[in-house]
């Protein structure tokens, strides 16, 4: 029984979060594309335990209990781990963007991100590489990523060594 209203939890919230993708969709062609692709995760969602099998008769004349504990908390990681490549993805556009508005381009730019155990995600370091010949914009950039987004960078130019 309990499984059940695991079951119906998840459909419940799988039509929640369908609701509120469709809301945030703009109208025309993308709308259109989107009811599809909502429709489609929405019936995977109701299907997800008969396709993993239903509980199985044991020798024991009882029922065996579904595993959703193992699949949501792979679920759970999974997500999170999309989450924070996400969220580096979008750092990384920010900084690039912020100095290309400096006239600024660096060679590369790299972060280490991490979650705490109260699922926040955070910057532990935030280094950028700047071309050769730069060395005279390492001050620029410093203060200007930290001002944007309150992160210290660390700044080395091409062909120095890495602090």
């Known amino acids: 029984m309990n499984a059940v209203r695991i079951w119906a939890a998840a459909v419940c919230a799988a039509a929640i979060a369908a609701s509120i993708a469709q809301l945030a969709v703009p109208e025309g062609k993308i ?30 004349f009882g029922w065996e209990e579904p595993r959703f504990a193992e699949v949501t908390d792979d679920l759970s990681q999974e997500l999170m781990s999309q989450t924070v490549e996400r969220f580096k993805k979008n750092v990384y556009q920010i900084v ?19 979650v705490a155990e109260d699922s926040s995600i955070y910057i532990s370091s935030l280094k950028i590489q700047l071309k050769e ?13 930290q001002k944007e987004t309150g992160i210290i960078p660390e700044i080395w130019v091409e062909g120095e060594e890495v602090p």
């Open 133 to 145: 010949g730069e060395k005279h914009n390492i001050e620029k950039v410093s203060q200007v990523v």
């Open 31 to 60: 709308q259109k594309a989107m009811r599809c692709v909502i429709g489609l995760f929405f019936v995977c969602c109701v299907i997800m335990p008969f396709a993993q099998g239903l509980p199985l008769y044991t020798e024991t």
């Open 96 to 114: 690039q963007d912020i100095l290309n508005a400096q006239q600024i381009f660096p060679q590369k730019i790299e972060m280490d991100v991490h």
